[in-house]
T-cell receptor
Framework: DAKTTQPPSMDCAEGRAANLPCNHS???????VYWYRQIHSQGPQYIIH???NNETNEMASLIITEDRKSSTLILPHATLRDTAVYYC?????????FGQGTTLQVKP | ETGVTQSPTHLIKTRGQQVTLRCSSQ?????VSWYQQALGQGPQFIFQ???????GRGNFPPRFSGLQFPNYSSELNVNALELDDSALYLC???????????????FGEGSWLTVV
């Protein structure tokens, strides 16, 4: 079973920041938090990952709480092309256990 | 874009047949994992290969088998195909192994298998 909990769906207005939460209350000390997204019929696209520090790249920012029991993926300026299923995964083996993810709908 | 390529992209097989799917990992990546994604579901981990050895397996029967070659490319073989094997099969590559150190894991675009 997936070790993360995500809301099944979220909406975001185009141009606004999308904040996607993830709960991983049973995370162990050496497990990383990974985020992927998947657009229908395509392979999962890597977004970002981190261990305990906040991370930022050209796609998104990852905010991990100090106790590491939850995290938030931030897409700073959502576009229609960001509409997808977003998966939050924790792992220390490189084997990814996917849950149901969050379907993000970006609306004009 | 990810450097992970899979072939074929689409194929149709008959129940009871065997299929081989192929994956070329990103240059320098020594670890390949395979996933099955049924329609409307999230990907399910099948198994992982590290330096030509199986390094972990999900809840899949033995008729799902794999290989990793010295150049780290990989094959997924499925024998005695069943209708429920119809799915998108995904390959992911990374630099890692038995001790995961937080390396980036990249997916290919997958192979769509339809069993009729």
């Amino acid at each position: 079973d997936a070790k993360t909990t995500q809301p099944p769906s979220m909406d975001c207005a185009e141009g606004r920041a999308a904040n996607l939460p993830c709960n991983h209350s049973t995370i162990s000390g050496n497990e990383y938090v990974y985020w992927y997204r998947q657009i229908h019929s395509q392979g999962p696209q890597y977004i970002i990952h981190g261990l305990k520090n906040n991370e930022t790249n050209e796609m998104a920012s990852l905010i991990i709480t100090e106790d590491r029991k939850s995290s938030t993926l931030i897409l700073p300026h959502a576009t229609l092309r960001d509409t997808a299923v977003y998966y939050c995964i924790v792992t220390n083996t490189g084997k990814l256990i996917f849950g149901q993810g969050t379907t993000l709908q970006v609306k004009p | 874009e990810t450097g992970v390529t899979q072939s074929p992209t689409h194929l149709i097989k008959t129940r009871g047949q065997q299929v081989t799917l192929r994956c070329s990992s990103q240059s320098g990546h020594n670890t390949v994992s395979w996933y099955q994604q049924a329609l409307g579901q999230g990907p399910q981990f099948i198994f992982q290969y590290y330096r030509e050895e199986e390094n972990g397996r999900g809840n899949f029967p033995p008729r799902f088998s794999g290989l990793q070659f010295p150049n780290y490319s990989s094959e997924l073989n499925v024998n005695a195909l069943e209708l429920d094997d119809s799915a998108l099969y995904l390959c992911a590559s990374s630099l890692g192994g038995t001790g995961h150190s937080g390396n980036t894991i990249y997916f290919g675009e997958g192979s769509w298998l339809t069993v009729v």
